[in-house]
């Protein structure tokens, strides 16, 4: 039973990084990084956020410490994956998630399938420059082929929340080079080009198709109702591709709010604006605490 519990723990501590453990925090707030992303900027975030919250970063498969593991086939595996890792993190405390880009998606999933399976859910979720998946605009890679205006083609795989997405580009191959790559992310993503200067690299080529296919296979309907009760707080960058944020509304039966700061996709590098966030998020959760 030790080496089990060791093991597991083990397991946990290469999902989740917390660089800057403070235990005695009312709350647990989980990042998700952006597609191609890892754990270490949103990690770093526990060094200067206040005392009375932790952070901890998801790390996916394929990068970092788990750079020898497989990347994950779909979403569904990174929720599962994910939330029996957070377990023994979340089990009885406050805790809230914060998504950037495709973060937004798999923090959001994760807070459905806590919900359904172990009816845990976060107290806030706050998703960042990315549009609800039921009206995402995206990159799709088709294997399959499908017709222009469609999100679905012969390979995609149905989420159990489905979606319909809206596919702004639809790319009907798999081996796109890195200039592909740097046309289609700064068409879809209004991203600057001294991004794909110091962040292109042969690794994180890899790691962002790789998540692309994720995202090619998540698909949804409007939902017919709301499946999550948590309230909701959306951010995006002024100069991004114009997102429908708005619609993050449909998915709670909580308070929804939204804020549009200055920058492109990667707005939240700009130190004003982590610090903006940084205390909007710590101020939101004190205030659900006193409150709930």
Same mark, same amino acid.
């Given at each position: 039973m030790e080496r089990r519990d060791k093991a597991e723990t083990?397991?946990?501590?290469?999902?989740?990084?917390?660089?800057?453990?403070?235990?005695?925090?009312l709350f647990r707030l989980v990042c998700f990084p952006w597609g191609g992303g890892d754990?270490?900027?949103?990690?770093?975030?526990g060094q200067d956020i206040p005392n009375s919250v932790e952070v901890h970063a998801i790390r996916l498969a394929g990068r970092e410490s788990r750079l020898e593991e497989p990347f994950a086939s779909d979403m569904n595996q990174i929720v599962d994956e994910i939330a029996c890792a957070l377990l023994p993190i979340i089990q009885g #405390?406050?805790?809230?998630?914060f998504?950037?880009?495709?973060?937004?998606?798999t923090a959001f999933f994760t807070a459905l399938h806590l919900k359904e399976k172990y009816n845990l859910e976060p107290v806030h979720l706050f998703v960042s420059s990315l549009s609800p998946p039921h009206v995402s605009n995206f990159i799709f890679?088709?294997?399959?082929g499908g017709k222009e205006g469609s999100a679905v083609g012969k390979s995609s795989h149905c989420f159990p929340y489905c979606f319909k997405s809206k596919a702004r580009i639809h790319l009907h191959k798999d081996d796109l080079c890195k200039e592909e790559i740097f046309y289609v992310m700064k068409k879809v993503g209004g991203i600057p080009d001294k991004f794909f200067d110091k962040k292109m690299s042969p690794e994180f080529v890899?790691?962002?198709?790789?998540?692309?296919?994720?995202?090619?296979d998540v698909?949804?309907?409007?939902?017919?109702?709301?499946?999550?009760?948590?309230?909701?707080?959306?951010?995006?960058?002024? #100069?991004?591709?114009?997102?429908?944020m708005e619609a993050w509304k449909d998915v709670t039966s909580g308070s929804f709010d939204s804020f549009v700061l200055p920058g492109n996709h990667f707005y939240l590098m700009e130190p004003s604006n982590t610090s903006f966030i940084k205390k909007y998020i710590t101020k939101t959760l004190e205030i659900s605490a006193f409150t709930s």
């Open positions: 083990i397991r946990n501590e290469k999902v989740v990084n917390c660089l800057y453990q403070n235990r005695n925090a754990s270490t900027y949103f990690a770093k975030w #405390e406050y805790f809230a998630f998504g950037h880009s495709m973060g937004s998606f890679l088709r294997e399959g890899t790691r962002l198709l790789a998540d692309l296919h994720i995202l090619n698909t949804s309907d409007i939902p017919s109702k709301t499946r999550l009760s948590c309230d909701i707080t959306c951010f995006s960058g002024s #100069e991004d591709i114009p997102l429908d």
